[in-house]
């Protein structure tokens, strides 16, 4: 029955959505409609409501419902979607108040003289209209307006006019900040913590080990993660649009004939281009710079977004008046004052010192008021022309709106499609098909580009991929990441969009275009474009770089990058230190050999006999490296042909798994039906089970006879090269710390000495205060002291001089002779010190510079830049690792 209500989910759904019901509410009603049957005929005919649901009922819903529903949509660290309404004003704002018209008709002016000019001022505006807006009817519909009565004004062919606006419009897909993209963020965080569950409760089923190595679990993604990956291949699609352009105009100049432009080409002109063109890319690359630079989240800097277009509206609605752009000049002059402020004297409420903080804290409320004056006067100017805000706010609302319900309507669909065992059923049928993740994947992105032909993205976004996405990202042999996989379904909801001859573009644009264009024209004109987008999406699936490396670049160089330590870069990082050792052994070989020859024997025993020992360590570097890479060779060279006998027993051991979970349910049935009335029942379920425990005999029966011999062999290649690895990271971790340790502690030997008289001090503060107040003398000497690296003996000895004067019996005298002890080892220690920076410290810096990037990064607080860009190169590669499953 369950199936029988899933299928009534779906034909529900596809019915109100043919019939032009919203999709707002067809998503949510089918759910209701179709939970509400199954419940009711559960209730009616098989004893309780959850009888014909495969996972939790409408009982557990409702206990739950509340909690579950806060959890999703109101959780604080589920902010993403905040974004959205103001990435959507700041779009509606350029285009409302007219930024959007004046930056093509001066690109069109200006680009006009060469053969396909106007046509690349098409793409070029269209790109920009799609990082401001990132709505694809939005785009076409404003593109129509603007440009195609221009371009056929001009002579341009028809097929490539309506073409170009309806290519360019849909780049809002893609090219960010795009809603599209934080749509699909929101959704792949979730299926990512899914994709990770399966990922893990696959390798306890496989290994039976407990727990998975970090290494191994699926990589998360965020808005601006997304926005990262998609920005190579969204510039690269526009690059490609305009070089078509340019080349079918250069062929055949009848098509896109060169427009001249009747003006002058004078320093008016230039000033006109500068006003129109400097404006909308710089709050573009504001927007973007924030995101990618770290200094913004992507809500923050839609926020910018917001605010920079509420300005550029305010002097753009009143031009030609001579005070037009003071609101923009206040603005920024505010913010060029803010700046400055923070980065001479840096403000802190909480920490505010001598006069001088509170002067330069005044100086920055006065910009920040001058600011918030800019904005207000700026907004008043789009309320009173036009009645502008309120328009924009309206429309902003009504987007907004619509994404929500859509959101909120596809989470009820999507409960009651796994409710009814819909999920486990895709789930069978994909991993049930040849060709692995590939064959999977294929199919995945066929269904969606059809389904482009009759949702909308969001609905795709919503609805599709919390379905399969938990799917592709849990399968091991891919180990593809999010971002990857987003910006793929971003590119093929584009493309889907373009495809006659039910393409949302065309018909936005079919619905602003003049009678004289016929519609054949306009299929014909996307069709070069279709197969650049296919072949982008080719690009990407076979080059997954293009998308992962700008966001892993990024993530490794910021400010929260995780260190050289973190399991996930180990691979990466090794790969990276041997090929350095194929170059630089030498050098570092020459640099161990040198610092033998130091003299260590002004080091203390155990730091002198640390040291030396260290070298030895770094002598064995070269050799272990090269033994990780045989390990990893030997790997490679049986994994081709264990690859094809891994999988098969993979596969039948899967089936074997779910024949055990049924035989399991079937024996709890068993078990719960008792007495007479039960008795036929039970008889059916006991011959249920013998069926099932035969069939997974016959399963067993099918797994090669040379199953356990080449799996024991091949685990073994596995647990030799994981061996190697782990003796590499243990000898390098030796091979370093005592070197850098003693570097840093040689190094603070003058440090150690300004503190003597700190410490010497004490004497007359515990000789002359009271208890209490000479013990809060010493804390604040002992902290000083900590601060000094290696001067952890001296600071216990200074310690015990403040435990002296406290407690129940004080004592100066124990006190001053606790002093006399710390002195005696600071004196030591500053002279052992002091010895060794003369003798050693210049050549064991020298040493520990040499090996810093290579032996010693593992402990180093963050990877250089250089190592960066060939750490994330490596990781951008989506990498095989399921025969470790």
Partial sequence: MELFFLFLLVLLMAIALGSGFPVAFALPGSAIISVGLAALSGWLFAGGPDAFFTQA????????????????YWEAERDTLIAIPLFVFMGIMLQRSRIAEDLLVTMAQLFGPVRGGLGMSVVFVGALLAATTGIVGATVVAMGLISLPAMLRNNYSHPLATGTIAASGTLGQIIPPSIVLIILADQLASATDQASTARKALYKATTGELSMPSAFDVTSTSAGEMFLGAFVPGLVLVAVYMIFIAVIAFLRPDVAPAVHYEGKFDARFAVRVVMALVPPLALIFIVLGSIIMGIATVNQAGAIGAVGAMIMGGYRLRDGHRRAYWPAILAFLS?????????IHPINIKKLGDTADVIWLVAALIAVAALVVA????GWRAYTIEDTLSGVMVETAKTTSLVFIILLGAAMLTAAFR???????????????PGGFWGQFVIVMAVIFVLGFFLDFIEIAVVVVPIVAPILLADPSANVTAVWLGVMIGLNIQTSFLTPPFGFALFYLRGVAPKVVKTVSMYKGVIAFIIMQLLALVVVAYSP???NYLPLRLSLTGETAPPPVNPKLQFCIEENIYDQFQTRGDAIATAIGEARRLDLSSLPTKIGKSVSGSFDKADKTAKLIQDVRKTQDAVAAARDSYRPLHRQVREIQTVIRGVDARIKDTSADINRASGEAAAGLKKELEAELARLEAEKKALEATIPAEWEEKHKKFAGLLAAEKKARSVYRRNVDEAYSPVGEAVTIISGADALAAVRPDIEGLRESVSKLSF?????????VSAKVGAVAGARKIRSLVSKVRR???GRSPDKEKSLKALDKALDEHAKEVEWRQAAAKAMLPGLMAYESTIRDTIGLRQQARLPEDQAAGVANCMAHHRDISLSF
């Fill in 545 to 547: 770089r293009l998308v």
């Fill in 335 to 343: 913010v060029a004052a803010i700046i400055t402020i923070t980065q």
């Fill in 419 to 433: 409710a009814f065992g819909g999920e486990e059923l895709v789930k069978n049928f994909l991993t049930g098909l």
């Fill in 804 to 806: 002296a004067l406290r």
């Fill in 772 to 780: 209490e107040e000479g013990a809060a003398k010493v804390k604040e």
């Fill in 375 to 378: 904005l207000v006067w700026s």
């Fill in 57 to 72: 009922g409408p009982t557990e819903w409702l206990n739950a419902g509340v909690t579950n529903f806060r959890g999703v």
